[in-house]
């Protein structure tokens, strides 16, 4: 068994590989960041291919763990066998579980995650379900055996950051020992930092970084970005108020008469 | 005899086909791919010992960048 909220403690930010300008600059990236795990996924050989292995050995000398994903399915029976694909290729009992309910959102579909979920840990897997943040059916994926949660914060690749955060926070509340990460839609560090402010034990990133004009830079800014919404929540942020309080005390000030 | 493989009709002229000797003559080698045959898993243990027959579907997976 994988301990997940360990993986996240190492990093909280976990870095997927595509769109990065090459092999490089992603390897920077992960050493820059302190990236702790890496998402990959699974797809049909093509005539072209001759060296399958390069990636894999790539990904055996990042120094990272690998998780992989059932990106791109649409049903259960797809999802299921992806991830033994993956744990095939990779010797990991982890998953990144994702089932598409709607192509043009790229929105997960619940209901599918629920059932995927149970007949993937019933098979030994640790199923890590990309989600959306209704709170009912997280719960029936926590019920299913499901070893974290992944809520969106946006559709993936969006960069629109968390549309729903009240959703999000309360998520965070409800299921509080649960390792639970932020996957999609962030587009900026502070909003990382947001995420992690609430609770949330990493985030899972992947255009944000690789998209930038300088990924390398940006896997680090996010990285500190993440600490730092870490580093809040444990200290204990403040509660706002509707009141303005001074920070100066009011008593002996001067040029005042009584 | 014709199989899927990949999605795509492949005209074999041996039947059966040692599935090691369809993914040599695709150029393909044992590492770094994972192999489903009739929406079963090949476990790469079992790869050596599988054969390939008419009308097989065979997919032929690897990893590759993803989020």
Redesign the interface.
């Known amino acids: 068994m994988m301990d997940v909220l360990a993986l996240c403690r190492q990093s909280p930010i976990w870095l997927g590989t595509a769109h990065y300008p090459s092999p490089e600059i992603l390897q920077q990236a992960v050493a820059g960041s302190g990236c702790s795990l890496l998402t990959v996924g699974l797809r049909r050989m093509t005539a072209q291919q001759t060296d399958a292995a390069w990636f894999s050995r790539w990904l055996a000398n990042s120094g990272c763990h690998i998780l992989p994903n059932t990106a791109g399915c649409h049903s259960v029976d797809e999802a299921v066998l992806l991830a033994q694909v993956g744990r095939e290729l990779f010797k990991t009992p982890l998953i990144k579980l994702e089932i598409i309910g709607d192509d043009y959102s790229l929105a997960p579909h619940m209901g599918r995650l629920v059932t995927a979920t149970a007949a993937l840990v019933a098979d030994g897997f640790q199923v890590l379900p990309y989600c959306t943040e209704d709170l009912v059916m997280c719960q029936e994926l926590i019920d299913a055996g499901a070893s974290a949660l992944m809520p969106w914060g946006a559709p993936i690749g969006t960069g629109q950051g968390l549309r729903n955060p009240l959703a999000l926070a309360e998520l965070r509340q409800r299921f509080a020992t649960l390792p639970m990460l932020v996957d999609a839609g962030l587009g900026k560090p502070s909003q990382a930092a947001q995420a992690m402010e609430m609770g949330f034990d990493a985030v899972l990133l992947n255009t944000a970084v690789a998209k930038a004009s300088d990924p390398v830079a940006m896997a680090q800014a996010f990285a500190w970005a993440a600490r730092a919404g870490r580093q809040a929540y444990l200290a204990g942020m403040m509660q706002p108020s509707e009141c303005a309080r001074a920070s100066t005390s009011l008593l002996d000030r001067p040029f005042w008469q009584q | 005899m014709k199989i899927l493989l990949?999605?795509q009709v492949h005209t074999l002229a041996q039947d059966p086909t040692p599935l090691l000797a369809l993914l040599a003559s695709?150029?393909?080698?044992t590492?770094?791919?994972?192999v489903?045959l009739n929406?079963q898993?090949i476990?790469?243990s079992e790869q050596a010992q599988c054969l390939v027959h008419a009308d097989d579907q065979i997919?032929?997976?690897?990893?590759?960048?993803?989020?």
């Open positions: 990949n999605g695709q150029g393909w080698s590492e770094g791919i994972a489903v929406r898993l476990r790469q997919e032929v997976l690897t990893a590759v960048v993803g989020g």
